[in-house]
């Protein structure tokens, strides 16, 4: 039996028609499709270039459920592929991740790890660069 399929609009007003079983790894959206009557969902924090790439992690991982030995196999590699982009394009992904209640997305070790990091360079860069010129420009 073939899944339902489920327009989305993305913040940027691009439509895209998702099956249900992909779409509803995400809580946020799962929620909205309960009372969908075939209309169009509206995620108006999220930019469809970066919800093309959940999408894609959803389609890969819609099986995985709980069986993590499969994940430590097979999929490892991709996801590790998957996340070999720029710090922006990553913090777009969490956030949209975040918003759209993806746990799973949001809980892998290695990019947790690399956000965790991207983080501490931006504080690093705040309080050892930016607030000391600040400060002696006594702009703050």
Known sequence: MKSRILKIKT????????E???????KTIKIMAEGYSGGVIPLNNVHSTIFGRVIEWCKKHVDDGEDLEYYKGALKNWDAMFFEVDQAVLYHLLT???YLDIL??????????LFVYCNFLSFFLWFCVYFPILNYFQII
């Not at 913040?11 to 998702?18: A, F, G, K, L």
């Not at 249900?20 to 995400?26: C, F, I, P």
């Open 20 to 26: 249900e079983a992909v779409a509803t790894m995400s």
């Open 11 to 18: 913040s940027d007003n691009e439509i895209s028609e998702v």
């Open 104 to 113: 799973s997305l949001c809980s892998i070790k290695d990019v947790k790890e």
């Open 96 to 98: 949209a991740a975040n």
